[in-house]
């Protein structure tokens, strides 16, 4: 198990520093995501939203680590928050087209279980990791799109989405690069942007999703 803390195998702009903190900005704007997480929690009105809010949660604390330690086990976390994120907003948007297949426990079951799959999977090659997410990502909006359910906080979730993933191509491939700049970079800002994305999705979808208490008596009257 000790190749888990050799060096990370993705490499971003930022030079890798000596010291307990590898990539500084890399690491402190995880920030981002996390209080997106915090206020998601704390606004959320069923199961599947408070599972958006872990997943932010997850997202920050396992990226911060694999910045902070540049090993294969913090990349493999890393994922690990990226798939959870996409696959909780795959499960939202199938308890708002239909509340009662499968339910929510089990769309956390499949979230938690597919982010693992797809987790372990990118972990044998890097080189899937991203196709992967990408192609979960298009089906996403395409569903979207097709649902016709689109709101504000749904067009600002994409672009900013959209924006963000940008940054982190430019910092990846080292287009737009300053190694020794330990304070913001280009992938720093897709952590911040992503904190701002996980809030818009949450907003989204609790706006478009039936009331709690209307989904309750439903669920009651279909156990009578």
């Given at each position: 198990?000790?190749?888990?803390?050799?060096?990370?195998?993705?490499?971003?702009?930022?030079?890798?520093?000596?010291?307990?903190?590898?990539?500084?900005?890399?690491?402190?704007?995880?920030?981002?995501?996390?209080?997106?997480?915090?206020?998601?929690?704390?606004?959320?009105?069923?199961?599947?939203?408070?599972?958006?809010?872990?997943?932010?949660?997850?997202?920050?604390?396992?990226?911060?680590?694999?910045?902070?330690?540049?090993?294969?086990?913090?990349?493999?976390?890393?994922?690990?928050?990226?798939?959870?994120?996409?696959?909780?907003?795959?499960?939202?948007?199938?308890?708002?087209?239909?509340?009662?297949q499968p339910g929510q426990r089990?769309?956390?079951?499949?979230?938690?279980?597919?982010?693992l799959i797809l987790t372990?999977?990118?972990?044998?090659?890097?080189?899937?990791?991203?196709?992967?997410?990408?192609?979960?990502?298009?089906?996403?909006?395409?569903?979207?799109?097709?649902?016709?359910?689109?709101?504000?906080?749904?067009?600002?979730?994409?672009?900013?989405?959209?924006?963000?993933?940008?940054?982190?191509?430019?910092?990846?491939?080292?287009?737009?690069?300053?190694?020794?700049?330990?304070?913001?970079?280009?992938?720093?800002?897709?952590?911040?942007?992503?904190?701002?994305?996980?809030?818009?999705?949450?907003?989204?979808?609790?706006?478009?999703?039936?009331?709690?208490?209307?989904?309750?008596?439903?669920?009651?009257?279909?156990?009578?």
């Amino acid at each position: 198990m000790d190749w888990l803390l050799e060096p990370a195998r993705m490499q971003f702009c930022e030079r890798t520093l000596d010291g307990p903190i590898k990539h500084p900005a890399d690491t402190w704007t995880n920030i981002g995501p996390l209080v997106a997480g915090i206020f998601i929690l704390i606004y959320a009105n069923r199961p599947l939203e408070r599972l958006l809010g872990v997943a932010a949660i997850w997202t920050g604390l396992a990226s911060g680590y694999f910045h902070a330690s540049n090993t294969i086990l913090g990349e493999t976390l890393d994922l690990s928050g990226m798939f959870m994120f996409i696959l909780s907003i795959a499960a939202l948007q199938q308890h708002r087209s239909d509340p009662n297949q499968p339910g929510q426990r089990m769309l956390i079951a499949i979230v938690l279980v597919g982010s693992l799959i797809l987790t372990v999977l990118s972990s044998f090659s890097t080189a899937f990791a991203s196709p992967m997410f990408a192609v979960i990502v298009v089906i996403v909006v395409a569903r979207g799109l097709y649902d016709s359910m689109l709101t504000r906080w749904a067009y600002a979730m994409v672009i900013t989405f959209l924006i963000a993933w940008g940054f982190w191509w430019l910092d990846f491939m080292h287009i737009v690069c300053h190694p020794d700049n330990h304070i913001l970079t280009g992938h720093g800002l897709w952590h911040l942007l992503n904190g701002v994305v996980f809030w818009c999705a949450f907003r989204h979808y609790q706006s478009t999703m039936p009331d709690p208490a209307t989904e309750l008596a439903e669920d009651q009257q279909q156990g009578d």
